[in-house]
């Protein structure tokens, strides 16, 4: 067997180097026989010198380990190869026949299985790994595209806010600038504390706007919105219309002969429009009058505040209803404080209104544009805690009426029903304090007229109702069914005005005016 090897290694080194190759054998001059054989060099032409054989030799050994290495592979699978020629001509041989350390068919085939079973646990892997990261990129794609789209929004809101800026400092320069054609031609400006201001329309300006008519809005520059708050879109009823109509007109808002004192409401007319703004910041707000206006304010000035948004600071001031209607305001107010919600009011020539987040009241002078006075209203509600029914943390809602400033809100004694206390205007001290029977989140809005509270029904339905009435001089309350109209179905903010005898309302963006009927008393 070790002869036939050998002879093996021998043919496979001929026919590796080429048939030069030669093979001798002789004695060698003890006697003994020796095998020997001749190759040539395949690279080199002659033999090299002594001292560079080393190098030479040690390429040989090199190959030789090399050669040794292959022939033991080859025997392995020669031995292999026996075993299996044995076995397909019908005899298994014993274990200890098979080469030492050559596998076994039952190990090999073992070996087989795991391969495949891990190739198939591999490629179930790779299918998630590739089913995963296609998931990933697909959320990155969508990533990128919401990072695009806020950005173009912020940069949006960016160029807004710097042109609300701009328009803040133009207007507390009082650089707004005069129409070249005036609407009310016989219009006299006039100046407070500096500053020039529209001042309310004549006797003579009526006559003469009742006479023109709708002309009259027309030849108004709408286009010129760089002088503009916003561009109005007045709705329902046309500025023209509201002029001509004696009793519907922004000039007839005073204190009707018929109405004044005090009384019971019996009745509620139908809204008048007089502005809708367009833009979503509008949806909810609050606008009124001071019942008991001081200098340099009139009796027509009128205040707006949009409260969508979650820091509420401007406070937009117009001297008149006409051009309140045109949204041409005379003064913005930029509050330290925001403001909660559709609370505030105007009275005696201060802004009371609502910290946001909290149940401080805050007393801001619209004359000097500086808060005088900040109070918390012990254990109120406040954020969420007791609404109306709409929302909107409508939780502290302050009311004026012909005995004074008044605050309507919950607390967690009264576990969410309705509590009235009468504020002192100069100190925001609470005078008195009635609880009463009324879940505030069941209503959708409340005034009072009086000293009697009053509850509306519903904030989105078209035909409501002044559906309970409480008066806390005797501490009762009673049913009523009084219809009121939500024409534009999103009441937010309804408020009586002891001056004028009548209810302003905010309703989905619309700002409108309602005619009431009191009983004598």
């Excluded at 292959?70 to 190869?81: D, F, M, P």
């Excluded at 004696?246 to 018929?258: E, I």
Aim: aromatic share 10%; hydrophobic share 30%; net charge neutral.
């Amino acid at each position: 067997m070790c002869l036939s090897y050998i002879l093996v290694f021998i043919s496979l080194i001929c026919g590796t180097m080429g048939s030069t190759a030669t093979f001798r054998r002789a004695d060698d001059r003890s006697g003994r026989c020796t095998y020997s054989f001749t190759v040539p060099s395949p690279t080199e032409s002659s033999c090299p010198e002594p001292r560079q054989s080393m190098p030479a030799i040690q390429e040989l050994q090199r190959d030789n380990l090399a050669y040794k290495s292959e022939v033991s592979a080859i025997k392995t699978r020669l031995a292999l190869l026996e075993s299996l020629m044995t076995r397909l001509q019908g005899g298994l041989p014993s274990t200890g026949s098979l080469a030492p350390g050559a596998p076994s068919v039952v190990d090999l085939q073992n070996q087989i299985v795991n391969l495949k079973r891990e190739k198939t646990q591999y490629e179930a892997q790779v299918n998630n790994l590739e089913v995963a990261y296609t998931e990933l990129m697909a959320e990155k794609s969508a990533l990128e595209e919401e990072k695009q789209r806020l950005q173009r929004e912020k940069e949006n809101l960016t160029r807004r806010l710097e042109g609300s800026n701009q328009e803040i400092i133009r207007l507390r320069a009082n650089q707004c600038p005069q129409m070249r054609e005036t609407p009310v031609q016989n219009s006299q400006p006039t100046s407070r504390d500096g500053q020039s201001y529209f001042s309310g329309p004549t006797s003579r300006q009526k006559d003469q706007t009742q006479r023109q008519g709708s002309a009259r809005v027309t030849s108004w520059d709408r286009e010129s919105t760089g002088y503009q708050e916003l561009k109005s879109e007045l709705t329902e009823v046309p500025a023209s219309r509201l002029l001509q109509e004696g009793p519907k007109s922004p000039s007839n808002l005073k204190t009707q002969d018929q109405n004044s004192g005090c009384g019971e409401l019996t009745s509620v007319g139908d809204p008048i429009t007089y502005r809708k703004a367009d833009t979503i910041a509008g949806k909810y707000g609050v606008w009124m009058r001071d019942p008991e206006f001081v200098a340099p304010y009139t009796r027509e000035t009128t205040w707006r505040i949009d409260t969508v948004g979650t820091d509420i600071r401007q406070v937009f001031e117009y001297d008149d209803l006409d051009q309140f209607a045109k949204g041409y305001p005379s003064r913005v107010h930029v509050l330290t404080k925001s403001i909660e919600s559709t609370g505030a009011v105007v009275y005696r020539g201060f802004l009371y209104y609502q910290k946001r987040k909290s149940r401080t009241l805050i007393k801001y002078d619209l004359k000097t544009e500086t808060i005088v006075l900040q109070k918390e209203l012990d254990n109120a509600g406040f954020h969420g805690q007791y609404p109306y029914s709409w929302g909107g943390y409508t939780d502290i809602d302050l009311a004026v009426d012909e005995l004074g400033l008044w605050a309507i809100y919950s607390n967690a004694k009264a576990k969410g029903s309705i509590v009235i206390s009468k504020l002192n205007p100069d100190t925001l001290e609470i005078e008195s304090t009635w609880e009463t029977n009324i879940r505030k989140q069941s209503v959708a809005n409340t005034f009072m007229i009086c000293g009697t509270l009053y509850t509306l029904s519903s904030y989105s339905s078209q035909h409501a109702t002044i559906s309970f009435a409480y008066n806390v001089s005797t501490s009762t309350g009673k049913q009523l069914r009084i219809p009121f109209e939500n024409r534009y179905r999103y009441n937010s903010m309804t408020d009586y005005n002891p001056r004028e005898k009548k209810l302003f309302a905010w309703d989905n963006s619309h700002m409108v005016v309602y005619d009431v009927r009191l009983t004598k008393m």
